[in-house]
């Protein structure tokens, strides 16, 4: 049997695997959960059809959205994961042994419970005591918190469907209200690559340039997401990401990466002129 | 998109009139009279009419059909636009019982029982009574004690109940105009009961003719009513009917969360039940979220604004004090979400100190000379800050809510003036006047 998955990436682009097996399929209350065993990328985590992680490249979503700030801030010791159901950001941020506390708040309590029995890969450090796992919605969470979080990471999914409150200015203000004045905003920021996505990179980079001073956007190479060229947001108050870099603080947590290291840090936040273009024209 | 072709939608092809097998709205026999059935069944009234001149024709007509030129009629002065407008073409004399006002939240309340008795004791020979039920804020009278008041002493008891569809089907909400035995009640379907804009019912009980109401109706009503609106009427009753409770438990869920969520914030004052006080404020429809806005120095319409345009939320009205969301069952947990975080983040970014700002929203009239007289005198322009003492010709609205600042035959007093240019300069939408501008307005010659 030939058994394939499809991803639409636009009307007109299909990304297609080959799978193994299905492992799981269910709808929870807020979306349908898929994951297949596949045979180029291992285990691949599905929601609403969207590929959100494959055991083969999560490494490059997860370093990224966690490497970036600390190596601008390594004092970060409070941090809030908001989505992130899968565990490999959490996991990430537990390998950092200064951080003290991890609030994390995802929405969809079924994606973490899936993970867990699914992806040990990534589900692989929620019992970690510095973390506290809320089942809630992001939004309603950050809303009643001020100056508490050195570091907020927003690992969402698509701007529709559960994480569409995710990317309203609302939000990104909310948070701007929860972060120290030290404090750094990671975004999961989507890609400019095919012009669908244009509208919404356009629209989240405003939203965030009103409620931070510092507003900036970097890019990833991301096989399996659409183009396979990603973008993360990096806000904050005063914090320029760049000039900002604590490179010999960093190496000194002694932290083995694969896809980052200080040199791609300085790197990624240079953009092609086809994606400066979309970002000055929020301007 | 050309709307003769064969694959226009549906709703174009529902656009048909009156052949025989459809019936006829005017004089209604088969159709639409088992619709009007129907629909006289699931509002627990003795008859029900569809109109399609909107609840404006159905207030009307309950005005024309219980008084005559020079009859009075008891009325709260906080009614809706349209109850005047009666007035001014029939000649009624509105006796106005003034609402009772928070001070606080600065809007107009409902009417104690007790100033409604006053009125209906020094004016035996009224006609009827008019209630609102609820306001646009979600505030109700005690309209069963209202409405026996009215019959012990001989007239009608009407209700404007353009707010208050859902009255009739969910839990734990006010009392309904037919539930409280009233004899004709103006229910606008499309407001809340998800009908097309302009198309509405008005329900009546035992005591009026039926034949009669529908002579009133068909005064001023369209020979060529909307089927599309009449269907859209009909859709609306049976999901009503079916689905109601259910969708109105899910609306006050919403707005009890909501409520609760932004009190929590500080500055903002969400209110509902807790105001209820027996008299003026009877009781408050829990799908009604207005939030008073003043103690963060923002008035209502300025709030509304940035919730327009800031945060790409487009929420029912704000006022000088206030704003008003209406929440129904089409919403989702993530629009209740944002629009409690756009809140604090309003609060956060723009709040200012309150001092200086304008503290009061209603403010009774003194009415000189009956509407119709004042409507009908000869008048002349005058710029309005010209304009102190002199008799109003016109109407001063601000929309919405659509409840006169100013109605013909009422005096212009220094502190409407105020008020009036205090809207302008927050930005409300001023309408009535001649002058669209609102820089002159029409005063009653040699007053």
Known sequence: ?283 | MDLTQNNAPIYVKCDVNSMKPLDNLCHPVSVIKDAEMLAAEAFGAKHAFFIVNGTTAAVQTMIFASCKAGDKIIMPRNVHRSAINALVVCGAIPVYVNPGTNKQLGIPLGMSVEDVEKAIIENPDAKAVLVNNPTYYGICSDIKRIVKLAHDHGMLALADEAHGTHLYFGDNLPCSAMAAGADMAAVSIHKTGGSLTQSSLLLCGDKVSEGYVRQIINLTQTTSGSYLLMVSLDLARKNLALNGKELFKKAVDYADYAREEINKIGGYYAFGKELENGRDFYAFDSTKLSVHTRAMGLAGVEVYDILRDDYDIQIEFGDIGNILAIVSAGDRELEIERFISSLSEIKRLYSKDPSGMFDHEYINPIVDIPPQQAFYSDKKSVPIEQSENMICGEFVMCYPPGIPILAPGERITKDILNYIFYCKEKGCFLTGTEDLEINNINVVVNS
């Not at chain 1, 975004?187 to 939203?207: L, P």
């Not at chain 1, 040199?263 to 936040?269: A, M, P, Q, S, V």
């Open chain 1, 1 to 283: 049997m030939d058994l394939w998955f499809t991803e639409k990436h636009t009307d007109d682009v299909n990304f297609t695997i080959r799978v193994k097996k299905q492992l799981y399929s269910e709808k929870s209350y807020y979306q349908q959960i898929d994951i297949f065993d596949t045979y180029e990328f291992g285990k691949v985590l599905v929601l609403d059809g969207f590929i959100m992680l494959t055991e083969k490249d999560e490494f490059i979503y997860h370093e990224m959205v966690t490497a970036v700030p600390m190596a601008v801030n390594p004092d970060i010791k409070n941090v809030l994961v908001i989505g992130a159901g899968d565990g490999g950001t959490i996991r990430e941020l537990c390998r950092y042994e200064t951080i003290e506390k991890i609030d994390m708040v995802e929405i969809d309590e079924q994606v973490v419970k899936v993970c867990k029995e699914f992806l040990p890969q990534t589900a692989c450090s929620f019992d970690d005591p510095r973390l506290d796992l809320y089942i809630e919605d992001g939004l309603k969470f950050v809303r009643r918190k001020e100056n508490e979080y050195d570091l907020i990471i927003v690992d969402s999914t698509d701007p529709f469907g559960p994480g569409e409150g995710l990317f309203t200015k609302e939000f990104y203000g909310n948070c701007s209200k929860a972060l120290t004045d030290r404090g750094i905003l990671i975004n999961q920021h989507e890609s400019t690559y095919y012009d669908s996505y244009v509208d919404m990179v356009k629209r989240t980079h405003r939203r965030i340039g009103s409620a931070f001073p510092v507003s900036m956007v970097y890019q990833t190479h991301i096989p399996t997401y659409p183009s396979g060229h990603w973008l993360f947001g990096f806000a904050s108050k005063n914090l320029h990401p760049v000039y900002d870099l604590k490179a010999e603080e960093w190496k000194k947590f002694g932290i083995k990466t694969r896809y980052y290291n200080t040199e791609l840090h300085k790197g990624c936040f240079a953009l092609p002129n086809y994606v400066l273009d979309v970002l000055d024209d929020c301007n």
